[in-house]
């Protein structure tokens, strides 16, 4: 498996390049590392709810709600700033975080006490939380003005040449390798993922396995939810919207399994900075956005084509072994 | 001698790992019921498999009225006239009587739709034919009991004028009126010339249905004939060998204490009344048919499902197992019977797949370390000498003995007390065998506990100490083993025969 998806990761990055050195043939410039640190930068979000999808998708569960989580979480925070901007701004981010973790553990309990599936439980909570941005906020919008210097700088401010908010996706990512290679937990994820009747007699509670990855994909989204509101400097109930399937694409065009147990945080990574490089470079040479979609739709079917050769692979290198016996 | 209509001739299929079917024959005569009997892993699945066109034979040929003919695949088989109607039957619940009975070659009107009017006629003639005039065809199939279905299915095979009909245990999940009302219907079958295949344990049924017998023993056919020209005695004398070809490891018994005492366990609906005593260094064998709830107790004291009653003691302490991991941490563990599907995580390396009940061990604050895992996987797996070119292979890579072996390894890593195996060597090699029969003589003697479940009479007698039977979710005997004990004891107990019934 980590060697079929080592490759597939090798190939997406050489994918990546390719696509970088033919958009600078058409405009020069492309390739400059400032523009790329640009699109890494426009990128972090989607990477950081990328990683939680995948944790979720690992254990054969979906969170359709990622989006409406964040929108919630941050209008959260954008009101408080706007109503009490005293309150120093990484609070807010603890509290974002702490809003998100607690939806998640909301669509996480159903899906463990209830089991209710968590394509259903999850669709349910997209609405809600939806519904309750409307309700928080009696259905404004917080403008740009209403922020505080300071809650709007905590993306912005230059550190070792990057901004802020690509260090908090570097720093996300590298604890999440962490997490998924080096913990019991992340073990966990990959076993039930791969087999949940057999990590049940190995002792694994696979209900509260799926109900942890379920607070983890929240508490990333609730965190985003700040960075979102700080980037672009508005709360509104259409923060977002639609945007849990660009994050679930990231996740397939990536090589995470949507039947479970398979995908790597490098793999989240590179399918996120891949559709990143796609919408940056489709305004620079003139292609519509439209063509953007349908762009990153045919990559999620080439993708999943590819997922299920490799499988298929598979089976058939049993059969030989089975016939040289 | 009349011709048969179905004949198989030296038919051959292996597994990886494991020869499931070695030149086999069948014979099967119009307007007669043959009987295949054997234990179970004799190979009868896999040759109803063939005979259905599932699995493709490696060797051998399969004819017809004397014609040579090839299944590419189960619908080739279905045309051929070849039926099976299984233990499950494998209809469809949502869809009307009617609609089971002729999917795939309903009556169309003009203008190719279906002719639904027609379709129920001809559905309610053939139940009535059938002596089931009052299943309504337009009723859901999954109104009907399972004897019900039965007639369903027998219908179906009707209406496709099957020329041959295969039962694969179909009176395990019927009452005794339910199969009287069987027997009716193959009678009626067998009148209407169709050769029947019927397969089932109990060998009451065999006498009291069909005409001829074959016998298969491990993959092998070792007899056939007509039932009136033998006895059961002779027939349990087929299925269990006279040779014992298997070598068992001689090993002193040095049995202890008392470790486990399971009493008066009990559940709604899989077993009552379940009470044994393991001692340490004990092997204790636990023999019955398919179905007759061994599995389930061991799942109830593992945690895997939850008893109504009755007690677990480990040392002389009461352990209440809500899940696995509580009854890992106690000391029990339990090699389950799939191994693919319960036992091995195929898809990760062999040393996550040994680490993983026993993370908490190789962990430190939080964290895994790498190193301690490999260690843990090198002792383990060099104790029960695993051969694989790295413990970074992914464990579904290796042949059925070996995954057996990361299986165990898994278990031992967790330094339990006592460890429950589920049919340890079922499907693999004899050579892993061999190696699995010598690793447990060696747990014993290291002082731990083993419950060995088996449905291998060898395997039984050649290494428990005592052997408890079980039959339909009861203990009926318990037996210190010796060499007064034999097989047919056993088979009889298990099944239920009285002696020279025959």
């Known amino acids: 498996m980590s060697r079929i998806l080592k490759t597939r990761e090798i190939w997406l990055a050489l994918v990546i390049t390719v696509l970088i050195i033919a958009i600078t043939l058409r405009a020069p410039g492309f390739a400059r590392p400032e523009n790329l640190f640009e699109i890494f930068n426009n990128t972090s979000i989607l990477m950081i709810l990328a990683l939680g999808q995948m944790a979720v998708i690992i254990t054969r569960s979906i969170d359709l709600s990622m989006a409406s989580n964040l929108a919630l979480s941050g209008m959260i925070v954008a009101l408080i700033n706007a109503a009490y901007p005293q309150i120093p701004v990484p609070m807010l981010m603890l509290l974002a975080t702490f809003c998100g973790l607690v939806f998640g553990a909301f669509n996480g309990i159903l899906v463990w006490k209830l089991g209710i599936p968590a394509i259903v439980v999850t669709l349910g909570t997209l609405t809600i939380f939806r519904g309750l941005i409307f309700q928080i906020a009696g259905g404004k919008w917080v403008n740009a003005d209403k922020f505080s210097e300071d809650f709007v700088q905590y993306t912005r401010i230059d550190f070792l040449g990057l901004p802020l908010l690509s260090w908090y996706a570097i720093v996300i990512a590298g604890l999440f390798f962490l997490l998924m290679t080096r913990t019991p937990l992340g073990r966990s994820i990959y076993a039930i993922g791969v087999n949940p009747v057999a990590s049940v007699y190995a002792g694994i509670d696979v209900g509260r396995t799926t109900f942890i990855a379920f607070c983890i994909s929240g508490a990333l989204a609730g965190f985003s939810g700040y960075l979102w509101v700080s980037r672009f400097v508005i709360g509104s109930v259409q923060v977002a919207a639609g945007y849990e399937l660009t994050i679930i694409a990231a996740c397939v065009i990536g090589g995470v399994s949507i039947a479970g147990g398979i995908g790597t945080v490098g793999s989240a990574l590179l399918g996120a900075l891949f559709l990143g490089v796609i919408g940056s470079a489709l305004p620079v040479i003139n292609i519509s956005p439209f063509w953007q979609m349908a762009i990153s739709g045919a990559a999620i079917i080439i993708a999943v084509i590819l997922n299920a050769r490799s499988s298929r692979q598979k089976g058939r290198i049993i059969l030989k072994t089975g016939s040289a016996k | 001698?009349?011709?048969?209509?179905?004949?198989?001739?030296?038919?051959?299929?292996?597994?990886?790992?494991?020869?499931?079917?070695?030149?086999?024959?069948?014979?099967?005569?119009?307007?007669?019921?043959?009987?295949?009997?054997?234990?179970?892993?004799?190979?009868?699945?896999?040759?109803?498999?063939?005979?259905?066109?599932?699995?493709?034979?490696?060797?051998?040929?399969?004819?017809?009225?004397?014609?040579?003919?090839?299944?590419?695949?189960?619908?080739?088989?279905?045309?051929?006239?070849?039926?099976?109607?299984?233990?499950?039957?494998?209809?469809?619940?949502?869809?009307?009587?009617?609609?089971?009975?002729?999917?795939?070659?309903?009556?169309?009107?003009?203008?190719?739709?279906?002719?639904?009017?027609?379709?129920?006629?001809?559905?309610?003639?053939?139940?009535?034919?059938?002596?089931?005039?009052?299943?309504?065809?337009?009723?859901?199939?999954?109104?009907?009991?399972?004897?019900?279905?039965?007639?369903?299915?027998?219908?179906?095979?009707?209406?496709?004028?099957?020329?041959?009909?295969?039962?694969?245990?179909?009176?395990?999940?019927?009452?005794?009126?339910?199969?009287?009302?069987?027997?009716?219907?193959?009678?009626?079958?067998?009148?209407?010339?169709?050769?029947?295949?019927?397969?089932?344990?109990?060998?009451?049924?065999?006498?009291?249905?069909?005409?001829?017998?074959?016998?298969?023993?491990?993959?092998?056919?070792?007899?056939?004939?007509?039932?009136?020209?033998?006895?059961?005695?002779?027939?349990v004398h087929m299925m269990v060998g006279r040779s014992v070809d298997q070598i068992f490891p001689k090993r002193q018994a040095n049995i202890g204490k008392s470790v486990l005492c399971v009493s008066g366990l009990g559940h709604p609906t899989e077993f009552e009344d379940i009470s044994f005593e393991l001692r340490q260094g004990e092997i204790l064998g636990f023999y019955g048919l398919v179905g007759a709830g061994r599995s389930e107790v061991m799942q109830a004291i593992f945690g895997v499902t939850i008893p109504n009653a009755g007690s677990v003691l480990l040392d002389g302490k009461e352990i209440r197992a809500r899940s696995p991991a509580d009854a890992i941490k106690a000391g029990i563990v339990y090699v389950p019977e799939e191994r693919g599907q319960q036992g091995v995580v195929t898809d990760l390396p062999i040393y996550q797949n040994i680490s993983l009940p026993s993370l908490h061990k190789t962990s430190k604050n939080g964290f895994l370390r790498l190193a301690q895992e490999f260690a843990l996987a090198r002792e383990f797996t060099e104790r029960i000498d695993l051969r694989a070119s790295s413990f970074s292979q992914n464990a579904g890579t290796l042949s059925g003995g070996n995954q057996q072996k990361v299986v165990i390894a898994k278990w031992l890593a967790t330094r339990p007390r006592v460890i429950i195996l589920d049919e340890p060597t079922k499907g693999i090699d004899i050579g892993s065998k061999a190696a699995v029969h010598e690793f447990m003589g060696a747990l014993v003697s290291q002082g731990l506990s083993v419950i060995m479940i088996s449905s291998e009479l060898p395997e039984i007698l050649g290494m428990s100490d005592r052997i408890i039977v079980m039959r339909e979710g009861l203990i009926v005997a318990r037996y210190d083993n010796n060499d007064e004990i034999s097989a047919e004891l056993l088979i009889r107990t298990a099944a239920d025969i009285q002696e020279n019934a025959a």
């Open chain 2, 1 to 235: 001698m009349t011709q048969p209509k179905l004949s198989l001739f030296g038919i051959c299929k292996s597994f990886p790992g494991v020869r499931a079917l070695n030149e086999v024959g069948l014979e099967l005569y119009s307007g007669q019921v043959t009987a295949l009997i054997g234990e179970n892993g004799a190979g009868k699945s896999t040759l109803v498999k063939i005979l259905t066109g599932i699995y493709q034979p490696d060797a051998g040929e399969i004819k017809i009225e004397n014609k040579v003919i090839e299944f590419a695949g189960p619908h080739a088989a279905f045309e051929k006239g070849i039926t099976a109607i299984h233990q499950e039957t494998v209809l469809f619940d949502e869809l009307s009587v009617a609609e089971n009975i002729f999917l795939g070659h309903a009556p169309r009107t003009r203008f190719k739709t279906i002719d639904w009017r027609k379709m129920y006629a001809a559905a309610q003639e053939l139940l009535s034919d059938l002596g089931a005039g009052h299943i309504d065809p337009e009723m859901q199939l999954k109104e009907l009991g399972i004897a019900q279905k039965h007639l369903v299915a027998v219908a179906r095979a009707m209406s496709i004028d099957a020329e041959i009909v295969i039962m694969d245990e179909p009176t395990a999940a019927l009452s005794h009126k339910e199969i009287e009302d069987l027997f009716e219907l193959i009678e009626l079958l067998k009148r209407q010339g169709k050769a029947v295949l019927f397969i089932s344990h109990k060998m009451y049924e065999i006498y009291r249905i069909a005409d001829r017998f074959t016998v298969f023993r491990d993959g092998e056919m070792v007899g056939k004939g007509l039932l009136k020209d033998t006895s059961q005695d002779e027939i």
